[in-house]
């Protein structure tokens, strides 16, 4: 269990005391509206369960999981379930308190909510996955729903094990819920573009952030940490307009080729057994030295606090795209601001997947769905709008992207919160 469950005392360094920051720089930007801040460094709700199931080894493992609804003023929770080792209730409350920043963001009717397990699922066979998947959505069904809170896949977790929490919450409420989660398989109700949204939203967000940077993406140099369902759609798409992915980085190592990796061959390998087995493909270096590699443009789409002050003094990227949550610790966003490197922030970088995730849910409801063009076009334009918007306040009050992301998104939240009034 997590050691710190204080909700105002961050551990130093960690994504929670990283989010805290975050909103500190954004208060003399809220006028009035700054009198609720408070409500922005709290989560509304945590919940702590435990997850119990017999291993196919007639074993039974106790695994820890959690739900938590950081703000819900503009509408339902939204937000991944992870299955990681390193879960901890204060990284969730973090990735909940972005998932209120992001959905206000991008100005779609959600609150923000997160969700995870402290579980290894490489280490469980499928039946035990299955299990554990079903016990924790069952533990955690008294909060979510589709009117109150919606879980999607984050890392490690994807359309299956979505598939296996949308039937459990049915099962448990006698009926089918299909818009308890987003991010399903498509027969269940899931939505065409959903796979590759996120990936797409860092494209649409960073093809846009290097025209006004005068940066043409044509032989532009990228390195991307973090080759799953984010990083390697996001490469893909780059690749596509012309530039050359020159480094790539996940679990199993880093692998480096100065005139550019072939994605169609490292994908599917990467896929299966992670980029270091690409032996062919390129150099394989020490890990730290992913942040030396020259490039142009830096896409951080791993864990959150990886870029550190030091990586951000080494970096010769001119362009930050987080399509992680939290990949850069404050010091670090000091030292890129400082060098003059621009970054899209997490909060507005990654949205794609969680509009996406909002027109599932709309379909959901609706009982119509849409072709994949038609969702292209629309997250495009959201976000599009989005960025240009947050653009906008940032020259205005000549703050960093990410100040401006949060003084858009937080006007919305605290708001809504004043127009609802406190209850009781
Ligand atoms: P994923 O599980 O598909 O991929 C994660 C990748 O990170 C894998 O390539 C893995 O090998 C790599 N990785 C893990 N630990 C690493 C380490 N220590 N060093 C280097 N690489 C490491 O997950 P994803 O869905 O692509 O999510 C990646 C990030 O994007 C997370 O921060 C997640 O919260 C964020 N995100 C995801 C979505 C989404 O729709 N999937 C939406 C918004 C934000």
Request: neutral net charge.
């Amino acid at each position: 269990m997590s050691e710190k469950l204080s909700f105002v005392n961050p551990t130093a360094n960690s994504p929670w005391g990283t989010y805290l920051s975050q909103v500190d720089r954004v208060v003399p930007y809220l006028g009035p509206l700054a009198r609720w801040v408070e409500t922005l460094k709290r989560p509304k709700r945590a919940l702590i369960v435990d997850v119990p199931i017999e291993m196919d080894d007639g074993t039974i493992a106790h695994f820890e999981g959690y739900r938590v609804q950081h703000n819900m003023s503009r509408g339902p929770g939204k937000g991944g379930v992870r299955f990681h080792p390193d879960v901890t209730l204060e990284e969730v409350m973090a990735l909940s308190a972005w998932m209120t920043i992001k959905t206000a963001a991008v100005n779609l009717p959600y609150g923000g909510a997160k969700g995870g397990i402290r579980v290894d699922p490489k280490k469980l066979s499928l039946q035990e996955l299955e299990k554990v998947t079903r016990r924790y959505t069952s533990e955690i069904g008294i909060i979510i729903g589709p009117h109150t809170d919606i879980p999607a896949p984050d890392v490690n977790t994807n359309a299956q094990i979505m598939a296996w929490m949308m039937d459990t919450y049915s099962m448990n409420v006698g009926g089918t819920a299909t818009g308890v989660v987003t991010g399903k398989p498509l027969h269940l109700g899931g939505s065409l573009g959903r796979v590759k949204a996120t990936g797409r939203g860092v494209f649409v967000t960073g093809r846009e952030a290097a025209r006004r940077l005068g940066m043409d993406l044509r032989g532009a140099r990228i390195a991307v940490q973090g080759f799953g369902n984010v990083g390697s759609v996001a490469a893909e798409l780059f690749a596509e307009a012309g530039a050359k992915i020159v480094a790539v980085q996940d679990h199993t190592g880093t692998i480096v080729n100065t005139n550019g990796l072939d994605l169609s061959k490292l994908i599917p390998i990467a896929n299966k057994e992670g980029v270091v087995a690409f032996k062919a493909g390129g150099d394989i270096v020490p890990n730290e030295d992913f942040w030396n590699v020259a490039c142009d443009i830096l896409i951080p789409a791993a864990l959150e606090g990886q870029i550190t002050a030091e990586r951000a003094q080494k970096t010769t990227a001119k362009l930050v795209l987080e399509g992680a949550n939290g990949p850069t610790v404050p010091t670090a966003d000091d030292i890129l601001a400082e060098r003059g490197v621009l970054v899209v922030p997490d909060v507005i970088c990654n949205a794609g997947g969680v509009t996406v995730s909002y027109f599932e849910w709309v379909q959901d409801f609706s009982s119509f769905f849409w072709d994949e063009d038609e969702i292209n076009v629309r997250l495009d334009r959201i976000m599009m709008n989005a960025l240009n918007q947050i653009w906008d306040t940032a020259d205005k009050h000549k703050i960093t992207l990410r100040t401006a992301t949060y003084a858009v998104a937080c006007e919305r939240i605290l708001m809504a919160r004043q127009e609802r009034g406190l209850y009781p």
